[in-house]
């Protein structure tokens, strides 16, 4: 058998080789002509590359009926401008389609390990652990790209997430993230949005610990610029 990326040739142990054993590239992804993702093999990790591929993806999810929202730490990513980073993102869909949903992206070259869609190639991991009947769709933020549409939880609802895990989790991470967005955002938020969320979850207290450590981040950036 002979290589079509390296040109080495062996003889394999088994028939369908999914791999060069010298070069280790995969046979299974798609080749450099026909694959949706190329662009994103240039492209340093992080926010723009993640908005990059989900515009690929969500062009070919909606003509199936699909509109995938990205959510946790994905966004958190995209909010926080890659000051939190990530290698996974996670997605809500309409899981009544989720046969769909994994036809396309198998398409565009992800192979399937347990609950994760993946991309080797690329160090991308897809995985969909929540519905989109859960994301309140009027706050979603969409970002355009020459490619299409990307759509990420909306700004309130990543913090009220983070507020939750921070509150029932004690999670000094999620709290931190939660800060840092809110300090990005502070004037923007809708925050008797997230008040009212958080009375209703018992978070109340923890929502004015991070609006009081998010205000002081603000005047501390704003006393930098």
């Not at 079509?4 to 450099?32: G, H, L, T």
């Not at 993640?50 to 946790?72: C, D, H």
């Not at 029932?168 to 949005?193: G, N, P, T």
Request: glycine residues 4%.
């Amino acid at each position: 058998m002979k290589c079509p990326y390296c040109n080495y040739e062996w003889i394999p142990r088994k028939p369908m080789p999914v791999s060069c054993p010298r070069c280790k590239r995969r046979f299974d992804y798609p080749s450099a002509t026909s694959d949706p993702l190329k662009k994103a093999k240039k492209m340093e990790r992080g926010f723009q590359r993640n908005i990059y591929v989900m515009a690929v993806l969500t062009k070919r999810l909606e003509k199936k009926g699909i509109k995938p929202v990205i959510i946790g730490g994905a966004a958190v990513e995209f909010y926080t401008r890659d000051w939190y980073a990530t290698g996974d993102i996670d997605l809500a869909i309409d899981k009544r389609k989720r046969k769909v949903f994994d036809e396309v992206v198998k398409k565009a070259g992800f192979i399937k390990h347990g609950r994760m869609w993946v991309r080797e190639d690329l160090n991308l991991y897809i995985e969909t652990p929540a519905d989109i009947g859960d994301i309140n769709m009027e706050k979603i933020t969409v970002v355009e790209t020459d490619e299409g549409n990307a759509y990420l939880i909306g700004l309130e609802d990543i913090i009220f997430d983070r507020v939750q895990a921070a509150k029932h989790w004690e999670s000094e991470a999620d709290k931190e993230q939660a800060i840092r967005i809110a300090s990005l955002f502070y004037e923007d938020i809708d925050w008797d949005y997230i008040r009212k969320n958080c009375k209703k979850a018992g978070s109340e207290k923890m929502l004015d610990v991070v609006m009081k450590e998010a205000k002081n981040e603000k005047d501390k950036l704003s006393e930098m610029d």
